[in-house]
């Protein structure tokens, strides 16, 4: 029986059994070992992990867990390069607060994010508006159609090389995307009625799959936001890149750019550098972030 010491990544984690592709492309059912128990960390997906294997039957057992770059939570995993944030251009209607916030978490966590609008091919579509709303903020944005298979090369080459995780609102047609890039996988797609009735997401387990070109794609259900109370309300501007240009050059140091006289961000505004949109729900998000900080010792 040969034994040896191989590095992969965690593609998925069901029931204590891990699913390890390890650097050479072998595929390991592995068990962790009792040592992260007791440390309190157990293995997640994205993980990149040192396995002892076992070629005869192509189990393992997780030695070492590499040090991660970055964690999401609900879903958990680890080392994600890319936020693919979906958006619907028709239906569901867009929540733009929800984008916003996932942009911040990406800010965050120091992870890409990328927007990407689905549905084009609908008629009477939004595309329009979302690219006005988010084009001064300098994100990435393309427009796909995992319908007709529009663009989906412009996602593709995004996942080179990165491990890309895409999240969103249910049914803006995430598991539709991932299936455009692996159409063998067929994975269960939703159908829109069913999900806004019940609001559930169709998606509900989570696993990474590897892309031939050196990436991983992740679909999830949606992550939860970052939690409003680990933002302090004057540094909520500075996770808005169209906005921390500026805010130096306002009257007062700690200028919550809402109500102050001399406000640069209010200047921004006039030279539709920031759009009104987006300021608008960043009012509403300082109101939530300032609530929360309020009470954050309650
Ligand atoms: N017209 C149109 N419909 C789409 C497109 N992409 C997905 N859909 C439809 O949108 C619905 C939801 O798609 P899913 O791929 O299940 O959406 P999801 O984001 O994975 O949803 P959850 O798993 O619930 O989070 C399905 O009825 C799809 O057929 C598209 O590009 N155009
Ligand atoms: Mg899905
Ligand atoms: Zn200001």
Redesign the pocket.
Known sequence: MSECAKNGLILKGIGGFYTVITDDEFIYTCKARGRFRKDKTSPIVGDRVEILCNDSDFTGSILEICERRNELVRPTVANIDKLLI?I?A?SPKQDLVLLDKLLITCEILNITPVIII?????ADNDKQMIISEYTPSGYKIHT?????G?NIDLIMNELEKSVCC?T????????????RIFPELN??????SE?TDRG????RHVELWKTNNGGAVL????FSVFDAFDIEPNKLCEYYPEMRRNTNQCRFIDCSHINEPDCSVKALLVENKLSHGRYERYKKIFAEVSQAYKHRFD
């Open positions: 979906v619907s028709s689905n549905k084009i091919d609908e796909v159609s995992a319908a007709m529009t895409l969103g609102q249910s049914a803006v047609g995430k598991t539709s995307i991932v299936n994975l269960e797609v939703g159908s829109l999900k559930k997401h169709a998606t679909d999830t259900p949606g």
